[in-house]
Every structure is written in structure tokens, then in C-alpha cells.
């Protein structure tokens, strides 16, 4: 069955080369927020159906267990000395995975803080401090993978505690603090999780909270060695890291 992805032309070149392994055609729009438009017209000149992941996403997985994203989270942490995290720190990018984290602990009844991370140039942090589900941005988030100019219906604020919006300098930083500290090479939205767990652990500390503390390791680094991992395109979209480098040093 043909399969046709609809793309920015930002995409990731090993993301767009697994794509077409596959069998599946690219087409690309300029931007993120022309993505949905672009699918929706496709679909309809070549009489295909559009799977619109940011719309269904949320529904895609049964919430309440069945091995789900949640399910296997507190599942992995039943050995650990807190076994019910005290926050549990995630990106957003249709909205689905947070949608599920937070649902499912609401109807395990558990005491974990659901926190959601945004990048820069993304809705969903505006959309959550002042409830306006209309908000749309004319650009794309430049942490692939997540963020997105539009608020999508999968995004459920409600089952959010609170959000906090990361510069996109610190993910990049985050992401190469990582590697360098633990040679796991991963990609820049985990950088944005990883981030955010920190500053909650900072101030846990501060506040004297012991407890525990879990985001997810969400992409391969692999895939961006021509560029988030490149020095170069770094300092050419997105400038200096060394300020948020300096803080991370103090990490230990």
C-alpha cells in the first residue's frame, strides 16, 4: 500500500532515508504548521487517507493499562527505593504521551507530579498558563520532534500539573552534557526532558524533598550527527551554549 509521509524540509536526513527504506515518498512543506493543510489536500488529490497523529494520538493506546508507555514507567520502577516518582517530566509533541502519563495516574490514584516540558516557538506552554486552546505560532519549533504552532487536540492540559518552557540552547547543551557524561548519545527533545528533571531536582533539593524523579530517553541521537551534533550547524541555528554548559558542569 503506497505511503506518503508529509514533512518539513527540516526533518532529519536519516529520519527521511528510514522513510524511504521503508518504501514511503516524502513530500515536504516549508514548515510545521503547513503540515496539517498539505496532508489534509494529499489525501484528498490522490484519494488516500490522511492518519492524523496529532489529532488521534491521545486515543491511540488504552490509558488505563494494557502495556502501555505509563504502565511500563511504574512498572520498571517497582524495584527502585521510590517506587511511585515523585515527578515524572515529559515533552509534548502531539500530545499523546503526556495524555496517557497523566491519565494513568490519575486512575491509579497515584501521587506523582506530571510535568510537561516545552521548547521554544511552541503553543502548548501559552496554551496551558492561560487556557487559550485557539493560540498558534506562524513557525516551527526547532527541537525536532516536539513543540508545535498550533495547540493539537491530543494535548490535554488538564491532566498537567505544570509546564515549564526550556530554551532550545539548553536542550542542544542537555543532550551533549549527556553523552559526555554517560556516552548515551540521544536527541535533542530528550535533552529538553532531561533539563527539566533537573531543575525539578533542584528544587526538590532545595525544598529538602527526597523522592524520585523520571523522564524518558525519547530519541536516538544517531540520527542527528549532521546536525544537532555538529558544532557548526549548532552555532549556526541556534548560537552559544556555553552559558547553560556552565550550569550543567555544577551537576554531579
Known sequence: ????????????????????????????????????????E?????????MDQFTYAERATDWRGNNNIAESLFRQ?????????????MSAGTGGTSATLGRYIRYKGFNSELVVVDPENSVFFDSFQTGDRTLTRPCSSRI????????????????????????????????????????????PSTGTNLWGALQ????????????SIVTILCDDGNRYLDTYYDPEWVMENFGETTSYDAILAGYH
Open 42 to 50: 494529499l489525501a484528498a488529490e490522490v484519494g488516500g487517507y490522511f
Open 144 to 187: 525536532e520532534g516536539i513543540g508545535r504552532p498550533r495547540v493539537e487536540k491530543s494535548f490535554l492540559a488538564d491532566v498537567i500539573n505544570r509546564m515549564i518552557q526550556v530554551p532550545d540552547a539548553a536542550s542542544i547543551a542537555t543532550m551533549l552534557w549527556l553523552d559526555d557524561r554517560i556516552r548515551r548519545r540521544a536527541g
Open 200 to 211: 525539578i531536582a533542584q528544587e526538590m533539593e532545595a525544598a529538602g524533598r527526597s523522592g
Open 1 to 40: 500500500m503506497p505511503f506518503t509521509a508529509v514533512l518539513p524540509k527540516s526533518t532529519a536526513k536519516s529520519k527521511i532515508d528510514l522513510i524511504q527504506f521503508q518504501g514511503g515518498e516524502i513530500h515536504f512543506v516549508d514548515a510545521a504548521p503547513d503540515m496539517h493543510q498539505a496532508s489534509v
Open 77 to 89: 520502577m517497582e524495584r527502585e527505593p521510590h517506587p511511585i516518582p515523585s515527578v515524572i517530566v
